[in-house]
C-alpha cells in the first residue's frame, strides 16, 4: 500500500459528460502529479501540483483541469468526455526534495468513456 | 530537455535466467534515475533509484542497476528472474531540482517456466 489513495476505482460514463477524479496523497507529502496511461499512449504525464500551486504542466488537453486543495488532496476534472479520453488515471505524491522526488502511486482510476 | 529510451517494448526470459532491460536517458544535467514496476491493475511502485554516490543500485526483489554516465544508460538487472517478477517495467528521469519527471514507454516482462 504506497499510502495514496484515489476514488471511485472504476467509472463509466457517455461522451460528451463530465467527471470528477479524486486523489488523497500520502501523508505529509505537497506535491501530487497526475498521469493518463492508455494502451496506445502509455504513460503520460499530465500536470503536477505543489502545496497548492501548480508547479508543471504535460500534456493536458483544454478539457481537462486539475487543483490541489489547501487539505492538499488534488482533483482532476475532465469534461466533454470523447471516447478518446478512456483510460487509467493515477495519481502520484512525493515529499520534499529529501526523497530525491520519488513518486508514490495511487491504484488508479479506469475511466471508461461509451 | 530530458529523455528516456526503453530498448525492447517486450522481453522474455526463462524463469531462472538473467533478466536485462535497458534504459538509455538524454539530460543536459545530472539526473535522477528511477526504475518503477507496474503488476496487473496496480500503479507503479518503486523499484530502485540513482541519485549520487555509488553507480550501482540495488533494489527491491533482487533487482539491481548500474548508472553509466558515458553511455547515458540505467539498465535493470537480475541475476535469475522467476515468475513473480512478470510486470511492466518503466524507466524515468528527473532533474534535481526539476519539476517533470519523465517515463520511458515501458518494457513488459514476460517470464517462462
Known amino acids: 500500500d504506497s499510502g495514496v489513495t484515489q476514488t471511485p476505482k472504476h467509472l463509466i460514463t457517455a461522451t460528451g459528460q463530465r467527471v470528477t477524479l479524486r486523489c488523497s496523497p500520502r501523508?505529509?507529502?505537497?506535491?501530487v502529479y497526475w498521469y493518463q496511461q492508455s494502451l496506445d499512449q502509455g504513460l503520460q504525464f499530465l500536470i503536477q501540483y505543489y502545496n497548492g500551486e501548480e508547479r508543471a504542466k504535460g500534456n493536458i488537453l483544454e478539457r481537462f483541469s486539475a487543483q490541489q486543495f489547501p487539505d492538499l488532496h488534488s482533483e482532476l476534472n475532465l469534461s466533454s468526455l470523447e471516447l478518446g479520453d478512456s483510460a487509467l488515471y493515477f495519481c502520484?505524491?512525493?515529499?520534499?526534495?529529501?526523497?530525491?522526488?520519488?513518486?508514490?502511486f495511487g491504484p488508479g482510476t479506469r475511466l471508461t468513456v461509451t | 530537455a530530458q529523455s528516456v529510451t526503453q530498448l525492447g517494448s517486450h522481453v522474455s526470459v526463462s524463469e531462472g535466467a538473467l533478466v536485462l532491460l535497458r534504459c538509455n536517458y538524454s539530460s543536459s544535467v545530472p539526473p535522477y534515475l528511477f526504475w518503477y514496476v507496474q503488476y496487473p491493475n496496480q500503479g507503479l511502485q518503486l523499484l530502485l533509484k540513482?541519485?549520487?554516490?555509488?553507480?550501482l543500485v540495488k533494489g527491491i526483489n533482487g533487482f539491481e542497476a548500474e548508472f553509466k554516465k558515458s553511455e547515458t544508460s540505467f539498465h535493470l538487472t537480475k541475476p535469475s528472474a522467476h515468475m513473480s517478477d512478470a510486470a511492466e517495467y518503466f524507466c524515468?528521469?528527473?532533474?534535481?531540482?526539476?519539476?517533470?519527471?519523465?517515463f520511458g514507454a515501458g518494457t513488459r516482462l514476460f517470464v517462462k517456466a
Open positions: 524515468a528521469v528527473t532533474s534535481p531540482g526539476g519539476f517533470k519527471t519523465i
Open positions: 501523508s505529509g507529502d505537497l506535491s
Open positions: 540513482y541519485t549520487t554516490g555509488a553507480t
Open positions: 502520484a505524491s512525493s515529499g520534499d526534495s529529501g526523497n530525491y522526488y520519488e513518486q508514490y
